[in-house]
């Protein structure tokens, strides 16, 4: 898993020494001044035939983002910071323990519509975990190319209204999967930062 994280780690660094144009921030929807703090995981895979980012789908009984694409995550408990956030959350969805996990860091504070102040944590795990998703919180799982995911050309512009305002969101078709929202925003403010591509 070295190399990948390595060579991840660099792209990282690199890319959070320099300013990123073009990052989408959520801001403007938000409503009032107070953010709950969350966080999510960007769990890249080591994957011979190349990385893969661990994505899941909510069940569409969930009260909140029923049936929508997600990064493993949630709101931040108590005495908690975001990576221990992201990493309890990928546990009790995906049962990814905290030691089949390299972090490499957190990435660009992401201000939600709905009032979350979600923060990315970018980190490597190994192929062939054991996945054990918990059906409460996962109905199904994935893991497209982090090639693809990272590539601008791959995402569609749409706008919708909202709340009476005209909204800009990023979209993505994967095979059966809709990616859009929170982690298509979060995804492509990554790309701006990790110059996969080059």
Do not use: C
């Amino acid at each position: 898993m070295s190399d990948l994280f390595d060579h991840l780690a660099d792209l990282y660094a690199r890319g959070h020494a320099r300013e990123a144009p073009y990052l989408i921030i959520d801001h403007r929807h938000a409503e009032g001044d107070r953010q709950t703090p969350a966080a999510v995981l960007i769990a890249v895979v080591d994957k011979p035939a190349g990385p893969s980012v661990l994505l899941t789908q909510r069940p569409r009984g969930m009260r909140d983002h029923p049936g929508q694409v997600a990064l493993p995550g949630g709101k931040l408990e108590p005495g908690e910071d975001a990576v221990e956030a992201a990493l309890r959350e990928a546990k009790e969805e995906l049962g990814i323990r905290a030691e089949d996990v390299r972090v490499i860091g957190a990435t660009d504070l992401y201000l939600t519509g709905t009032g979350f102040a979600v923060t990315p944590v970018l980190a490597v795990v190994p192929d062939g975990l054991a996945i054990e998703p918990d059906p409460r919180e996962v109905a199904a799982w994935f893991d497209p190319p982090l090639a693809h995911l990272l590539d601008p050309d791959n995402w569609i512009r749409r706008s919708a209204m909202w709340n009476g305002q005209e909204r800009f969101y990023l979209d993505m078709q994967y095979g059966e999967f809709r990616i859009w929202g929170v982690t298509a925003a979060i995804l492509f403010n990554l790309s701006r930062r990790i110059a996969w591509q080059s």
